[in-house]
């Protein structure tokens, strides 16, 4: 049965999520603020952190950073009520996955942790497939890490930007639609979801172009989506 942390200092949110998760199937464990939160992640095995951004002693965004350095491949859901791109790019950029803005409705919540615990352990299945493409051109992917290689420069990835850059790997040349990155990364369609995407690419680019402003890998197709040219032979 897959485990689940939720942190949030509103009793009444975390037992609502604890009851709902519950009975979906998954075991929950709770924490009341910062502290606890990074405490319990990083002592725990957990599938999933569900993790609240205005907490009393660490904020959620710190709580996020710190898991990082030492979980990199668990996946982590933001809840907050802070919901301004100022304030997901701040959330994608301390490495989260997703990202709801509260009051949610609940269903939306399980499909949000169901597509991420989805994806994680896909992707664990995914390692041990001969024929996926994890080295191209410039660029090379490390699962095992989290890591890419673009020409000699080693680069830590988020999991969600690992995510988009093997997909765009696997139909390298080639665009993919808006629509095929956000079912292939999160397993699902939602055009609500078009913003929080070209966020990730935003952060992605930062790290592995040399000016992200002039692109040589990580294209925007523009009515489509994004192309990855891995021998950054192409000039947006």
Known sequence: MQRLLVADDDFEIRDLLEFDLSHSGYTVE???????????????????ILLDVMMP??????????????????PILMLTAKGTIN???????????????????????LLRVRALVRR??????????????????DIELFPDSLETEVKTK????????????YCLM?????AVSLAVLLNE????NSDDDVRMLRVHVGGLRQKIEHNPKIPEYLHTVTNVGYK?????????
Not at 185 to 188: E, I, L, N
Not at 228 to 236: R, Y
């Open 228 to 236: 990855l040219t891995p021998f950054g032979d192409e000039a947006e």
């Open 120 to 137: 994680s352990n896909s992707s664990k299945k995914e390692q041990t497939v001969s024929q996926e493409i994890l080295k191209i051109g």
């Open 154 to 165: 080693r680069i830590k990835l988020t999991p969600t930007e690992f995510e988009i850059l």
């Open 185 to 188: 990364v999160w397993g699902y």
């Open 170 to 174: 696997q139909h390298f040349n080639n």
């Open 57 to 74: 002693k660490m904020n959620g965004f710190d709580v996020c950073k710190n898991i990082r350095l030492s979980k990199p491949e668990t």
């Open 87 to 109: 304030d997901k790019t701040q959330g994608f950029n301390s490495g989260a996955d997703d990202y709801i803005v509260k009051p949610f409705d609940i269903q939306e919540v």
């Open 30 to 48: 709770t924490a009341k603020d910062g502290e606890e939160a990074l405490q319990k992640a990083l002592t725990g095995n957990y599938d999933l």
